[in-house]
């Protein structure tokens, strides 16, 4: 099972929540704006709560975290990217990164997120790209 969190958009922050390649078992987006990063983890609660899973055996059944890596600028990437490096760490998970420019739309960040899980494509610690403006 992959989770797929991106917190790189200007007006909202999602987590997708993937069993099988290409679908999508869960997804919650939330409206936000550039300075909601105090949010992130509530919002990451919130999507636990969603799942079939409780909290303390949701990352256990998590395989690999997919994140947008930038470039980005705003505080809530910035936040995504500690709160994701933070969760591999504590799990034990892979992370399967993905530049915001590889993608257009949802389904292409999960169609690349489970490309690059299927080819262990995998890194331990995520490098934000930041941006200029």
């Known amino acids: 099972m992959i989770l797929f969190i ?14 099988k390649m290409g679908e999508k078992t ?6 936000c704006n550039f300075t909601d990063s105090q949010n ?8 636990i709560t969603l799942s079939k899973y409780n909290k303390q055996d949701f990352f256990n059944n998590i395989d690999c975290i997919v994140i947008d890596c930038g470039p980005g600028m705003n505080m809530n990437f910035r ?4 709160v994701v490096n933070t969760i ?3 799990y034990n998970l892979n992370i399967v990164e993905i530049e ?8 292409e960040f999960l169609k690349l997120g489970w490309d690059r899980f299927s080819n262990k494509n995998f ?4 490098v ?6």
């Open 100 to 107: 915001k420019t590889e993608y257009n739309n949802i389904d």
């Open 26 to 31: 869960l997804y919650k987006e939330y409206d």
């Open 6 to 19: 991106n917190t790189n958009l200007k007006d909202n922050i999602y987590f997708l929540l993937s069993e």
């Open 88 to 90: 591999a760490y504590i």
């Open 123 to 126: 890194i331990k610690l995520v």
């Open 40 to 47: 992130i983890l509530s919002y990451l609660d919130n999507f």
């Open 128 to 133: 934000p790209k930041y941006s200029k403006n």
């Open 79 to 82: 936040i995504g990217i500690v």
